[in-house]
């Protein structure tokens, strides 16, 4: 079978519940029908790690911060240091949170698996030419890693999620 027809999958970390995946998925597919293209959890400099960043062609970089109950978002204030790296920062979250909890100074999308929809828009916060430089070239060397594994899963490709 060739490599074009053979179903590639990504595999699953482990570190998501089911509910964080399906607002995840349904929230890049919004993404994408915006013109943006998705990297889920991808390493930032400043050593978190994203649930998902965005990447428009126009250069534009968007982080979304996948956020699955109350619990789940309470329990985590690391989502302040995404601001660095994007010029538009998200959190996702299903029907099921309420939209009151979330800062009113980021954005707002509300998701299931099949699909979401902007509640509220972030504010821009532009990216210095330098930070918006690294931020592309991480976002392009993870998805070409990632691609990569896919073609060839015992390859020497290191360490990349």
């Known amino acids: 079978m060739s ?3 053979q179903k590639l999958e ?18 890049a597919r919004l993404l994408h029908a915006h013109g943006f293209c ?17 990447l428009h062609g126009n250069s534009e970089i968007w982080i979304v911060e996948v956020k699955s109950s109350v619990a789940d978002f309470r ?17 996702a979250t299903s029907l099921d949170v309420p939209c009151e909890i979330f800062p009113p100074d980021t954005g707002l ?3 299931d698996a099949f699909g979401a929809e902007f ?5 821009v916060h532009k990216l210095p030419a330098a930070t918006r430089k690294s931020m592309m070239l991480l976002f392009a060397r993870a998805a070409a890693l990632r691609l990569s594994s896919l073609a060839d899963p015992t390859g020497p490709y ?4």
């Open 3 to 5: 490599l074009a027809a």
């Open 10 to 27: 990504l595999p699953i970390d482990g570190r998501q519940s089911e509910a964080a995946l399906a607002v995840a998925r349904g929230t």
């Open 38 to 54: 998705v990297v889920g959890e991808l390493p930032l400099p400043s050593g978190r790690r994203a649930d998902l960043v965005a």
């Open 75 to 91: 329990a985590d204030q690391k989502w302040q240091d995404y601001r660095a790296h994007c010029d538009r920062l998200f959190f």
């Open 109 to 111: 999308i509300v998701a």
């Open 119 to 123: 509640k509220c828009e972030a504010p």
């Open 158 to 161: 290191g360490e990349f999620t």
